[in-house]
């Protein structure tokens, strides 16, 4: 079936340093994915939409500017948090639809300290 | 804006019994749903997915049903087993993208099956 690995699967960093997250579509290509945030006992809100080759569409409330994406290829999405704080610490996870079906990578722990 | 409830929050069962998740969704103008088992720190496996023309899908022990019109749609678990247990998320697909929207996401519903 289909896969979409995401990388790295937790990350610690300090204050102020950025980070960057991967999502690959690993045996199928995605001209689209999409970016989720989770906190502790929230559900997965969607951050952003990404688009291969164009500009990523991010919801309403989602700093453009701090959470940055690019979907350079069509097998592979990046989200990089900039400057990050400790309030950008969350469960990360993409996502990519296959004839429907939404698959979804590991996630990553993001804790900043 | 799409709106997605999931009852009950939390349930916990002995094991061998069969179950009802519930999920219901404020906006009926849906290109699917689908249904989800998150596992602790863990990313989300794709259990059932009904598009909005469908009434029901099954799979092994699980079948889920979509009443589209009144907003619902269930999950069922047959013969419960202690390695079901999960959180179950539901998502709803958005139509206007015909299904290139992300998805709007319920809280979920935590699960124990006790051995």
């Known amino acids: 079936g289909a896969v979409v690995s995401q990388h790295p699967s937790w990350v610690i960093c300090k204050s102020g340093t950025s980070v960057k997250i991967e999502c690959r579509s690993l045996?199928?290509?995605?001209?689209?994915m999409f970016w989720y945030r989770q906190f502790p006992k929230q559900s997965l809100m969607l951050m952003a939409t990404?688009?291969?080759?164009?500009?990523?569409?991010?919801e309403q409330g989602v700093e453009k500017d701090k959470f940055l994406i690019n979907h350079a290829s069509l097998t592979l999405s990046t989200l990089t948090v900039t400057s990050a704080h400790p309030e950008d610490s969350s469960f990360y996870i993409c996502?990519?639809?296959?004839?429907?079906?939404?698959?979804f990578g590991q996630g990553t722990r993001l804790t900043v300290v | 804006k799409q709106e997605v409830t999931q009852i009950p929050a939390a349930l916990s069962v002995p094991e061998g019994e069969n179950l009802v998740l519930n999920c219901s969704f404020t906006d009926s103008a849906i290109y699917n749903l689908q249904w989800f088992r998150q596992d602790p720190g863990k990313g989300l496996t794709s259990l059932l997915l009904i598009q909005s023309s469908q009434r029901e899908q099954t799979s092994g022990r699980l079948n889920a049903s979509l009443d589209k019109s009144s907003g619902r749609s269930t999950l069922y678990i047959a013969a419960s087993q202690p390695g079901d247990s999960a959180t179950y998320l539901c998502?709803?697909?958005?139509?206007?993208?015909?299904?290139?929207?992300?998805?709007?996401f319920g809280k979920g519903t935590h699960l124990i099956i006790q051995p």
């Open positions: 990404s688009n291969e080759g164009s500009k990523a569409t991010y």
């Open positions: 045996d199928f290509q995605a001209t689209t």
């Open positions: 996502s990519a639809r296959r004839q429907g079906y939404a698959f």
């Open positions: 998502a709803v697909g958005g139509y206007s993208g015909g299904g290139a929207d992300g998805l709007t």
